[in-house]
């Protein structure tokens, strides 16, 4: 099993910055990739960033140029820095864990942090 556990998330002006951390224990397996996906009120999860599983990152093009998607290998750990924070950013911020596996074991989620960006 892989359990994945957020912080960094709460309250910020707009246009300030918070960092999420997404930390992997368990069963880490070695062809995987990680992200990040957000949820608003009355909306559907949306992707926010991730690794492809070659290392690469996409973004959504609401986030491009404010989000930058890190991670630390040797922890298991991603990051999402979140700068130029707007009131629409505001959601239940998830982390991801794809398995890339054939066959694979699917999405692994975590319980979610919020952000709430208010004035």
């Known amino acids: 099993q892989v359990q994945l556990v957020e912080s960094g998330g709460g309250l910020v002006q707009p246009g300030g910055s918070l960092r999420l951390s997404c930390a992997a224990s368990?069963?880490?397996?070695?062809?995987?990739?990680m992200g990040w996906y957000r949820q608003a009120p009355g909306k559907e999860r949306e992707l926010v960033a991730r690794?492809?599983?070659?290392?690469?990152?996409n973004y959504a093009d609401s986030v491009k140029g404010r989000f930058t998607l890190s991670r630390d290998g040797s922890k298991n750990t991603a990051y999402l820095q979140m700068n130029s924070l707007k009131p629409e950013d505001t959601a239940v911020y998830y982390c991801?864990?794809?398995?890339?596996?054939?066959?694979?074991?699917?999405?692994?989620w975590g319980q979610g942090t919020q952000v709430t960006v208010s004035s």
């Open positions: 991801n864990l794809r398995d890339y596996r054939v066959p694979s074991t699917g999405d692994y």
């Open positions: 368990g069963s880490i397996f070695s062809l995987n990739a």
């Open positions: 690794f492809t599983v070659g290392g690469s990152t």
